[in-house]
C-alpha cells in the first residue's frame, strides 16, 4: 500500500510506489502521476515506470516520467513547475522516500516570499525542507 502524504489540497508526495499501488491512488482521486525516480536506481527489485504508466492510463490518470538524481536542476525545477501548472489535479509525485519529489516541488516556489509556507507544507507532510528555506 502506498505512503501517500499529502502537501497541499493539489500535490502528494510517495515514496516508490508499485503498479499495484495505482488502483488505491486512482481511488483516493488523484488524476496525475510524476515519476521522479530513474529506472533501476534500486536494482531489479525496483517497480519500472512502464508497467506503473500502463496502469495509470488504465485507470484514466495522467502519468508523467520526470526521472532525476540528486539535486534537481533548473531544467527539473522548470519541467515540475510546467507540470503542476498544466496536469490535471491532484498530482502524486514519488521518487525513492518523496524527498527528491518534495524537493523539486518546493524549489517551484523559490523567490516568490512563500518559504515559510512552503517548510511549513512540507514538515506537514513529513519532511524538513528547512535547510532549503534560504533558496525559497
Same mark, same amino acid.
Given at each position: 500500500?502506498?505512503d501517500?502524504? @499529502?502537501?497541499? %489540497?493539489?500535490?502528494? &508526495?510517495a515514496?516508490?510506489i508499485?503498479?499495484?499501488?495505482?488502483?488505491?491512488?486512482?481511488?483516493? $482521486?488523484? @488524476?496525475?502521476i510524476?515519476?521522479?525516480?530513474? %529506472?533501476?536506481?534500486?536494482? &531489479?527489485?525496483?517497480?519500472r515506470? $512502464?508497467?506503473?504508466?500502463?496502469?495509470?492510463e488504465? @485507470?484514466? /490518470?495522467?502519468?508523467?516520467a520526470?526521472?532525476?538524481?540528486?539535486?534537481?536542476t533548473?531544467?527539473i =525545477?522548470?519541467?515540475? *513547475?510546467? =507540470? !503542476?501548472?498544466?496536469?490535471p489535479?491532484?498530482?502524486?509525485a514519488?521518487?525513492?522516500?518523496?524527498t527528491?519529489?518534495?524537493?523539486?516541488?518546493? !524549489?517551484?516556489?523559490a523567490? *516568490? $516570499? *512563500?518559504?515559510?509556507? =512552503?517548510?511549513?507544507?512540507?514538515?506537514?507532510?513529513?519532511?524538513d !525542507?528547512? $535547510? /532549503?528555506?534560504r533558496l !525559497?
Amino acid at each position: 500500500m502506498a505512503d501517500i502524504r @499529502k502537501v497541499t %489540497d493539489h500535490f502528494s &508526495v510517495a515514496p516508490q510506489i508499485s503498479e499495484d499501488d495505482v488502483d488505491q491512488i486512482a481511488a483516493a $482521486g488523484f @488524476k496525475t502521476i510524476v515519476a521522479n525516480r530513474p %529506472d533501476g536506481e534500486g536494482g &531489479v527489485d525496483q517497480p519500472r515506470m $512502464g508497467s506503473i504508466r500502463t496502469r495509470a492510463e488504465e @485507470k484514466g /490518470l495522467t502519468f508523467v516520467a520526470l526521472p532525476f538524481s540528486g539535486a534537481p536542476t533548473p531544467e527539473i =525545477i522548470e519541467r515540475t *513547475q510546467s =507540470i !503542476l501548472s498544466e496536469a490535471p489535479a491532484p498530482v502524486l509525485a514519488y521518487c525513492r522516500t518523496g524527498t527528491r519529489s518534495i524537493t523539486a516541488w518546493a !524549489l517551484t516556489y523559490a523567490g *516568490q $516570499g *512563500q518559504a515559510e509556507e =512552503i517548510v511549513d507544507a512540507a514538515a506537514g507532510a513529513g519532511y524538513d !525542507l528547512s $535547510g /532549503l528555506q534560504r533558496l !525559497l
